[in-house]
C-alpha cells in the first residue's frame, strides 16, 4: 500500500473511532457539545465547511480514480500465452484498486455520518441546555409562586391579628367604660353620703344649739321661780 492510500486507511479508521465515541454512551451531549464549543475546536469550525470540503474533493478524486483502475484492469483479456506471472501482477493490482475503491468509498460515506451526528448531538444538547433553562423558570416560578402565597397567608395572618388586637383592644376599652362608669357612680354615691352627713352635722349643730337655748330658758325660768 503506497503512502497515499496508507494515510486515507488511516483516516478511515480514525473516522470508525470518532463514530463509535459518538455512538456509544461513552459521554453525554452536554459534554459532547462542551467539547464542540472549546477554543480549539471553535477556531477550526470557523472554517469547518472550507476543510469539509477539502476533505470531500480530495476523497472523491481518489475515489474517482480507484474506480478508472479498477476498470482499467477489469476490461483485461487474458491470452494463453500470457505468462502466470503477469496474470498474478494483474489480479494483484485489480485487488488493489477495489481495496482502494471500498476504503475511499467508506471514508466519504463516514464523514457524511460524522458531520450528521455533530449537528445531531449539538441539536440534542441544545434542547438539553433549553430544557434545562425552561425547568429553571419553571422552578423559578413555582418558588414565586409559593413565595407570594406564603406572602398572602402571613398578610391574613397579620390581617387577622390585627382584627383580634382590634377587638381586645374595644374590649379593654369598653371594660375600661364600665370601670369609667363604676368609679363616677361611687364617686356620686360618695359625695351623696358626704352632702347627708354635712346636713345631719348641720342638723346636729342646729338641735344642739336649740337644746341649749332650751336648757337656758329652763334655767332662767326656774331661778325666776325660786326669787317669787
Not at 36 to 59: D, E, N, T, V, W
Not at 180 to 195: C, F, H, I, Q, Y
Request: hydrophobic share 45%; charged share 25%.
Amino acid at each position: 500500500m503506497s503512502l497515499v492510500w496508507t494515510l486515507i486507511a488511516g483516516f478511515l479508521y480514525a473516522e470508525i473511532a470518532l463514530v463509535l465515541l459518538l455512538v456509544l454512551p461513552v459521554a453525554s451531549p452536554y459534554k459532547w457539545n462542551r467539547l464542540f464549543k472549546s477554543k480549539f475546536l471553535s477556531m477550526l469550525g470557523q472554517q469547518a465547511h472550507l476543510y469539509f470540503f477539502l476533505i470531500m474533493g480530495l476523497l472523491v478524486i481518489f475515489l474517482l480514480e480507484a474506480i478508472r483502475e479498477m476498470r482499467k484492469y477489469s476490461n483485461y483479456e487474458q491470452s494463453g500465452e500470457v505468462h502466470l506471472n503477469v496474470e498474478m501482477q494483474h489480479s494483484m493490482k485489480l485487488f488493489r484498486a477495489q481495496r482502494n475503491f471500498y476504503i475511499s468509498g467508506f471514508a466519504i460515506f463516514l464523514v457524511l455520518v460524522i458531520r450528521r451526528l455533530v449537528s445531531l448531538v449539538s441539536a440534542q444538547a441544545n434542547l438539553l441546555a433549553q430544557s434545562e433553562a425552561s425547568m429553571k423558570q419553571a422552578q423559578s416560578a413555582t418558588a414565586a409562586a409559593r413565595s407570594l402565597m406564603e406572602d398572602k397567608k402571613t398578610e391574613k395572618a397579620k390581617e387577622a391579628g390585627e382584627d383580634t388586637t382590634l377587638i381586645e383592644l374595644n374590649k379593654l376599652r369598653e371594660r375600661v367604660q364600665e370601670l369609667t362608669g363604676d368609679l363616677n357612680r361611687e364617686k356620686k354615691d360618695k359625695e351623696a353620703v358626704k352632702s347627708q352627713a354635712e346636713s345631719l352635722n348641720r342638723e346636729y349643730d342646729r338641735l344642739t344649739e336649740e337644746f341649749s337655748k332650751l336648757q337656758k330658758k329652763i334655767t332662767i325660768g326656774g331661778a325666776g321661780n325660786k326669787d317669787d
